[in-house]
């Protein structure tokens, strides 16, 4: 049974198993920005070829998924993401302000997103609003099962809540629409 040592345990989690378990074919990974080294414990779980951490955009590679521990706060700087991304099936994870916080601002920041991929969809869980961003992958439709069920030592992730994290209340969902991409 897992034990809740770490205190941000739903955030390492839900970050790393929602794109992990959305792509069906994961070689490189890139994870930017300042992780635990729970975090760490989180991606080892999955079989990945290779993993890069970096607190910068400068590399010269390109990445099936990026999990990007910051949140994106300009074109420039989404255009250097999306050159790092598997042109055709990549998918980028990202933080956001929170939705229930301020929801202007995340429309905002959910539209600078949306402009450069097919899938665009926030998910929340607690007080955190992360955006799932894919040129492919479906983060409920494309969920691998085979992944998601059979993660072991989770406190907080499990393929009902993957699920789950997607749905918000109807005022919200009235506000994104047209915004987000299904």
């Known amino acids: 049974m897992a034990t809740i040592d770490n205190k941000n345990f739903a955030y390492d989690e839900m ?25 760490e414990i989180e991606i080892d779980k999955h079989k990945i070829e290779e993993v890069v951490y970096t607190n910068e955009l ?12 910051k949140q994106v706060k300009s074109q420039e700087e989404l255009i250097l993401l999306d050159r790092l991304l598997e042109p055709s099936k990549g998918i980028l ?22 402009n450069r991929f097919w899938i665009t ?15 492919k992958f479906h983060p409920q439709a494309n969920i691998v099962l085979q992944v998601s069920d059979m993660l072991e ?19 919200i969902t009235k506000a994104l629409t047209g915004i987000a991409k299904r």
């Open 15 to 39: 970050m790393t198993h929602i794109p992990l378990c959305s792509h069906n074919n994961i070689k490189k990974v890139l994870i930017v920005g300042e992780i635990s080294e729970e975090f």
């Open 58 to 69: 400068n590399i010269d590679d390109t990445f099936d998924i990026i999990l990007y521990n």
């Open 93 to 114: 994870c990202t933080q956001s302000i929170g939705v229930r916080k301020d929801i202007e601002s995340f429309k905002e920041n959910l539209k600078l997103i949306a």
């Open 121 to 135: 969809m926030p998910f929340s869980f607690g007080h955190t609003t992360l955006i799932f961003a894919s040129k």
């Open 153 to 171: 030592d989770c406190n907080y992730y499990n393929t009902e809540l993957h699920n789950a994290a997607f749905v918000f209340p109807t005022y």
